[in-house]
């Protein structure tokens, strides 16, 4: 039993219902339903009764919910008491590649608008190394692209993404309107490392419909990729967020998946333990105002489709 079983317990027995606890503390109705569950195995009793799709607290929900409040409110006063010990702030941020050099300068700026004396640490890897380092308590959250697979991590979808198929203008593939899925077949590629998201969602797709392809090259720098697909005529499979410049500049041609399979996510991580400081609740609020690019405004784009 923990601090943040309490907060979740107060929560609901204030709103009377997980759905609202679950949207204050960022985290799934399961994960509200499983700490709740928790508390009643720990002390033996049951805390709500569930009516007419509404929960009741009761006698005993009541007893520990006097208790709860008197050791949050001392939790938090001692918080307090720490902070002021040490006045500067900080937040250990974990971003996948295409996080970083797309969203995360931003994302900070805007962070030390609300926290100009704060100190940020940031950590730029693909997704598999972000997920150790948050189960290691290196990081205090991540934002990533990959699929998180360790139960003891949270993972909230915060941004939308898409892949598109990127090439030169000068590339075969640059003139033509639809492409169609078998043309994929042994042409050369760059691709992200092993363990980066991009690379999964992508290597899954051509898995899935028995797609063979050429890895020329392995990169786990954008501008390194982006320099093969222009100088060594490679196909690559990224982020519509990193070529941005490229395409106003004409630089690069890209081609969108017509059944929109290469669609995604990024994710805000963190640890199912981690107890959230006022900065980090405001970091997660400054993540959501980046939800969609907005520059896909009238782009044009080719089609690779299936049928």
Same mark, same amino acid.
């Given at each position: 039993?923990?601090?943040?079983?309490?907060?979740?317990?107060?929560?609901?027995? &204030?709103?009377?219902?997980?759905?609202?606890?679950?949207?204050?503390?960022?985290?799934?109705?399961?994960?509200?339903?499983?700490?709740?569950?928790? $508390?009643?195995?720990?002390? !033996?009793?049951?805390?709500?009764?569930?009516?007419?799709?509404?929960?009741?607290?009761?006698?005993?929900?009541?007893? $520990?919910?006097?208790?709860?409040?008197?050791?949050?409110?001392?939790?938090?006063?001692?918080?307090?008491?720490?902070?002021?010990?040490? @006045?500067?702030? @900080?937040?250990?941020? !974990?971003?996948?590649?295409?996080?970083?050099?797309?969203?995360?300068?931003?994302?900070?700026? &805007?962070?030390?608008? @609300?926290?100009?004396?704060?100190?940020?640490?940031?950590?730029?890897?693909?997704?598999?190394?972000? #997920?150790?380092?948050?189960?290691?308590?290196?990081?205090?959250?991540?934002?990533?692209?990959?699929?998180? =697979?360790?139960? %003891?991590?949270?993972?909230?979808?915060?941004?939308? &993404?898409?892949?598109?198929?990127?090439?030169?203008?000068?590339?075969?593939?640059?003139?033509? =309107?639809?492409?169609?899925?078998?043309?994929?077949? %042994?042409?050369?590629?760059?691709?992200? #490392?092993?363990?980066?998201?991009?690379?999964? $969602?992508?290597?899954?797709?051509?898995? =899935?419909?028995?797609?063979?392809?050429?890895?020329?090259?392995?990169?786990?720098?954008?501008?390194?990729?982006?320099?093969?697909?222009?100088?060594? @005529?490679?196909?690559?499979?990224?982020?519509?967020?990193?070529?941005?410049?490229?395409?106003?500049? /004409?630089?690069?041609?890209?081609?969108?998946?017509?059944? /929109?399979?290469?669609?995604?996510?990024?994710?805000?991580?963190?640890?199912? %333990?981690?107890?959230?400081? %006022?900065?980090?609740?405001?970091?997660? &609020?400054?993540?959501?105002?980046?939800?969609?690019?907005?520059?896909?405004? !009238?782009?044009?784009? !080719?089609? $690779?489709?299936?049928?």
């Amino acid at each position: 039993m923990t601090i943040r079983h309490l907060k979740i317990f107060i929560e609901v027995a &204030d709103s009377g219902k997980m759905s609202l606890a679950a949207a204050k503390f960022y985290i799934s109705q399961p994960t509200v339903s499983q700490a709740i569950r928790e $508390l009643e195995e720990h002390y !033996g009793v049951l805390l709500f009764e569930r009516l007419s799709k509404r929960l009741y607290i009761t006698p005993e929900g009541k007893k $520990l919910l006097s208790y709860a409040r008197q050791a949050v409110k001392q939790f938090d006063e001692l918080e307090e008491a720490m902070q002021i010990t040490n @006045q500067t702030r @900080q937040i250990r941020i !974990g971003a996948t590649i295409t996080v970083g050099v797309c969203l995360l300068p931003t994302i900070i700026n &805007d962070l030390k608008k @609300q926290y100009p004396d704060s100190e940020t640490y940031s950590f730029v890897s693909n997704t598999r190394t972000i #997920e150790q380092k948050l189960l290691q308590s290196e990081l205090d959250v991540g934002l990533v692209e990959g699929t998180i =697979k360790h139960r %003891d991590l949270v993972s909230i979808p915060m941004i939308d &993404d898409f892949l598109v198929l990127a090439c030169s203008p000068s590339h075969p593939f640059a003139t033509k =309107k639809t492409l169609h899925l078998n043309e994929l077949a %042994d042409q050369a590629f760059v691709m992200r #490392e092993q363990g980066s998201g991009t690379r999964e $969602l992508f290597e899954q797709y051509l898995n =899935k419909f028995h797609i063979p392809i050429k890895i020329a090259e392995e990169a786990n720098c954008p501008g390194a990729i982006k320099y093969a697909i222009l100088l060594n @005529q490679y196909l690559s499979a990224i982020s519509i967020r990193l070529l941005k410049d490229e395409i106003n500049e /004409n630089k690069i041609h890209v081609i969108k998946n017509h059944e /929109n399979e290469w669609n995604r996510h990024f994710y805000l991580v963190y640890h199912k %333990d981690k107890v959230f400081s %006022d900065m980090l609740y405001c970091f997660t &609020d400054i993540v959501k105002e980046y939800k969609s690019p907005e520059f896909l405004d !009238g782009l044009q784009m !080719g089609e $690779l489709t299936r049928f």
